[in-house]
Nanobody, 122 residues
Framework: QVQLVESGGGLVQAGGSLRLSCAAS????????MGWFRQAPGKEREFVAA????????YYTDSVKGRFTISRDNAKNTVYLQMNSLKPEDTAVYYC???????????????WGQGTQVTVSS
């Protein structure tokens, strides 16, 4: 069982930056693929970024490439999402997710956090 707790969300102006953190419980964090997803009001939850267990492979949805960076610190059981050049369309609840399998960009992750709100004002 893995428990995930996100933090770092908030209100920021367009062009600003935020760093989200996701702290995981459990001693097997380093073996899990980690992902970030987001869900805007009235929209479906969508993939944002993912990182392999070693951190050696990362994937991003096209709309955040060059602006967001996913990273992890296995010693701290934490995954991060650095978000730069934020846009109003990035406004959403951001969720982290964990899975013992391979990286996927779908919602097929075994464990999910409760989410953290990110609001970008224009």
């Amino acid at each position: 069982q893995v428990q995930l707790v996100e933090s770092g969300g908030g209100l920021v102006q367009a062009g600003g930056s935020l760093r989200l953190s996701c702290a995981a419980s459990g001693r097997t964090f380093s073996t899990y693929v980690m992902g970030w997803f987001r869900q805007a009001p009235g929209k479906e939850r969508e993939f944002v970024a993912a990182i392999s267990w070693s951190g050696g492979s990362t994937y991003y949805t096209d709309s955040v490439k060059g602006r967001f960076t996913i990273s992890r610190d296995n010693a701290k059981n934490t995954v991060y999402l650095q978000m730069n050049s934020l846009k109003p369309e990035d406004t959403a609840v951001y969720y982290c997710a964990a899975d013992p399998g391979v990286i996927v960009t779908t919602l097929e992750y075994d464990y999910w956090g409760q989410g953290t709100q990110v609001t970008v004002s224009s």
